[in-house]
């Protein structure tokens, strides 16, 4: 790991932020209580007490100094973040739009794939107008971000929605274990997507 764009503020946050303990404590209760001959393990109980101690004073230690730290510290500019990842987005879909604009004309032309204009058409725009969205997002940042945390509520909703019929479809046997499990992984993995951008 590299340190060098961390300040040392930042790095002495880090330091006193994780200080818990556990692995002292660990540490010293791994410690058995009689040796292999049966007798008692020397200075355990002593041991014992002077991990506690480390752990308290650590403790204490985090608590005092921690606040002083963090005063005046803002931290990471999520709005800053999060205009940079919507512009990035916004550039992306102008070009995957270039692209498929290209496609579309590509396979109005081709002979060999003979495809009905109008589902190519129906198709395209549907792709198409997902990704105008995001791009002209670009400009008005706030309604794009309005937009799409309730085209992600929409999603989540419609997805539980299919997740409870897939149970019901289950118990009234109309279909198989091995698809009911099929069916919920397909549902995991796009709840998990839908999740993972709402953060």
């Given at each position: 790991?590299?340190?060098?764009?961390?300040?040392?503020?930042?790095?002495w946050i880090a330091s006193f932020a994780g200080v818990r303990g556990a692995i002292t404590l660990a540490g010293v209760l791994s410690i058995p209580l009689l040796l292999s001959t049966g007798e008692p393990f020397p200075a355990r109980y002593e041991l014992v007490f002077i991990a506690?101690?480390?752990?308290?004073?650590?403790?204490?230690?985090?608590?005092?100094?921690?606040?002083?730290?963090?005063?005046?510290?803002?931290g990471i500019d999520k709005s800053s973040h999060r205009r940079e990842l919507q512009n990035a987005r916004a550039v992306m879909a102008s070009v995957a739009i270039?692209?498929?604009h290209k496609m579309e004309s590509r396979l109005e032309n081709d002979t060999n794939e003979n495809i009905d204009p109008e589902l190519l058409k129906?198709?395209?725009?549907?792709?198409?107008?997902?990704?105008?969205?995001?791009?002209?997002?670009?400009?008005d940042m706030e309604h794009a971000l309005f937009a799409?945390?309730?085209?992600?509520?929409?999603?989540l909703t419609?997805?539980?929605?299919?997740?409870?019929?897939?149970?019901h479809l289950r118990a009234t046997q109309q279909i198989s274990n091995e698809i009911m499990q099929k069916l919920l992984h397909d549902l995991d993995l796009l709840?998990?997507?839908?999740?993972?951008?709402?953060e």
């Open positions: 790991m590299e340190f060098g764009n961390y300040s040392l503020k930042e790095l506690t101690g480390v752990i308290l004073l650590s403790l204490l230690v985090g608590v005092i100094i921690l606040p002083i730290l963090l005063r005046g510290y803002d270039e692209s498929l129906e198709v395209s725009l549907r792709i198409i107008g997902n990704l105008r969205r995001r791009a002209e997002g670009k400009n799409e945390n309730l085209e992600r509520r929409f999603r419609a997805l539980r929605a299919e997740r409870a019929e897939v149970y709840e998990a997507l839908l999740v993972t951008k709402e």
